[in-house]
């Protein structure tokens, strides 16, 4: 057999995943066999396993993928004029505007984390990875003066990823909630977060002459 070009077999790879998400998110991920990642995908399973060995080598894709995709967003918005407006605009991409069986799929490989094992590590892994653009993404803006928050860097990215659980986890189980009305809810929280009106920027440099 001929071997493939490396586009097409990055294609494949992409589709597969793209096939075990909505199996994952559907079936759940032990009722999940390789099997019917397989059929989703329609290819046959030894063309699977050519690619991924195991279901946790599906989630590891998977999580990979997402974090990637959201470390090259946050580097965009970075450089955006808004960075409130940048974040809002973001968070409605991944709670409105994507299927809601992503989000299913987030809670589904949340559940399967907190049983420990190669999810939970590959969880965790993404989880803090992601914590860390986060992080330095709001780090930065504070250096530059573009933001005056009243809490630190790593707070202000941990309560952003609490108000993202909370949207995930209302669409994922509630078919009625409505997503959109809330975001702009939500908006307003994050850029009070990013705005903390009482504390003056002299205190902000102080702050951050200590943490350097």
């Not at 070009?5 to 998110?25: G, S, V, W, Y």
């Not at 299927?99 to 049983?115: D, F, N, S, T």
């Not at 995930?168 to 977060?193: E, H």
Request: aromatic share 8%; glycine share 8%.
């Amino acid at each position: 057999m001929p071997k493939l070009k490396p586009d097409t077999q990055f294609a494949r790879q992409q589709h597969i995943l793209d096939a075990a998400e909505l199996a994952f998110a559907a079936g759940g991920f032990h009722r999940t066999t390789m099997q019917d990642v397989a059929r989703q995908a329609g290819v046959s399973l030894g063309a699977l396993y050519v690619y991924f060995a195991s279901k946790e080598d599906l989630i590891a894709g998977i999580t990979e993928r997402d974090r990637a995709k959201l470390t090259e967003q946050l580097a965009a918005i970075g450089q955006a004029p808004d960075l409130a407006a940048a974040l809002a605009k973001l968070g409605e991409h991944y709670t409105v505007e994507e299927p809601r069986y992503k989000q299913q799929l987030v809670i589904e490989i949340g559940c399967e984390a907190m049983r420990g094992g190669s999810v939970g590590s590959i969880y965790r892994a993404c989880d803090e990875a992601i914590m860390g653009d986060f992080e330095r993404l709001f780090q930065r803006a504070i250096e530059d003066r573009r933001i005056n928050p009243r809490y630190d860097a790593a707070t202000i990215a941990r309560a952003i990823a609490v108000l993202g659980d909370g949207l995930f986890w209302r669409r994922a189980v509630d078919p009625t909630f409505d997503t959109k009305a809330m975001v702009p809810v939500i908006a307003t929280l994050v850029a009070a977060l990013l705005d903390g009106a009482d504390r003056p920027h002299s205190a902000l440099a102080e702050d951050t002459k200590h943490e350097v």
